[in-house]
């Protein structure tokens, strides 16, 4: 399916000003009329919805003080992922992507809603969070390869690094905000008041869909059977040995790296004392490492030495996360997640770039379901063995463990990396002069 956005006038007057700087570079995806709408839109909802992460981990940590239901939260919101990424790839191939995005972004809405209502009246239980989580993991599950797909037909194949590093910057410019406001919120106001603006927070980026001008629904992908669709993603995955490579990477980090966010309010809490602003701040570390990898990432005019960069990236993951896991100082550990932050996000943000410039259009949404279920859909697993292992031997002992298996995984990946030939990449079919056109405003 191929949407087209008709030609709107003006947007070299907004650019004039940044071309005579190296902003001009950073920013040029920002031309795109329906891009600069995306991007507003999620610039005030991905703000929301990081304070709702922050909250939710408090608001579990305060009804259990369990280690183990930090993760078992965490695996009923990433399990549908798990089990429903590839259903969701096929919907994003099969329909118009744009109507699917309003839809999984309002039922977000809701959802946030529902959860701000039961905390702000004092009813919330625990099981309230198991069933609201795995429904948002389900809503996730169809919105996250839809949206990374969506986001290609809104610029140049040439400005597509620039767009997914952009988005990005917005998405880590919100894990240091997000955060950083949640922890003031929590302790002065209780964690209900930030579900709640989460749940206002969506109308921005749904708004800024509605604006969108694109063109009728592209045919998409017709056949008779869903599973057959679903093999074909895959199967083109398992027969592509560079996209095969950068999944298998991205799903180890994702199982034994990524849980340490899962862990997070108890380093906060019992290790360096820091409480609910202590969390944070520790998020928003995490998140201010990313944003400053995202707008590298951003100033980059293309995508070689991207594959010798996620070498290197993943690396420094597993090594921040040791640093981190040993130190017992709150502001020296609060340092070590920076480097955290911002070598997972350029790790992840590089394999996104180069797998979509390697994959046609019309298997785009179904490979980036895969892309996602190796990045969230193997979280749960880790997420919940991480919790268990916290449980009995201590969450430091466990980040410990994981950051010695990401360096393993870093150091396969660079040993075969001589042979991907990542820069070839594979062909990708060409657009048409008009659809090509269409994209930007003149």
Known sequence: MTQKSPTVTGHTGLLKPLQSLKLGTALRALRYRNYRLFFAGQLISLVGTWMQNVAQSWLVYRLTGSSFMLGSISFASQLPIFLLAFVGGTIADRYNRHRLVIATQAASMILALILAALTLTDTVRIWHLFVLSALLGAVNALDMPTRQAFVVELVEKE???????????????????????????IAGIGEGWCFFANGISYAAVISGLLLMKLGGQGGGIRKESAAGDVLEGFNFVRRTRPIRTLLLLLGLLSIVGMPYSVLMPIFADKILQGGPRGLGILMGSTGLGALI???????????????KLVAYASAGFGLGLLLFSIS??????????????????MTTTCINTLIQTMVPDRLRGRVMATHV???????????????TIAARAGAPATMLGGSLFCLAGAGLYASRLGGL?????????????????????K
Request: no cysteine; hydrophobic share 50%; aromatic share 8%.
């Open 328 to 345: 017992r100082h709150f502001w020296l550990s609060a340092a070590f997640l920076v480097p955290v932050g911002m070598s997972f996000m």
């Open 373 to 387: 279920w190796m990045l969230l859909g193997m979280t749960p697993f880790g997420s919940l063995m991480a919790g």
């Open 293 to 307: 990898g995202s707008i590298s990432l951003a100033a980059r005019s293309g995508t070689g030495g991207l594959g």
């Open 159 to 185: 400005d597509l690094l620039n767009a997914i590093a952009l988005n990005s910057s917005i998405f880590n410019g919100a894990r240091v905000l997000g955060p950083a406001v949640a922890g003031v919120m």
């Open 421 to 441: 030939n990542l820069a070839a990449g594979l062909p990708v079919s060409k657009e048409s002069e008009s659809t090509k056109d269409a994209r930007q405003d």
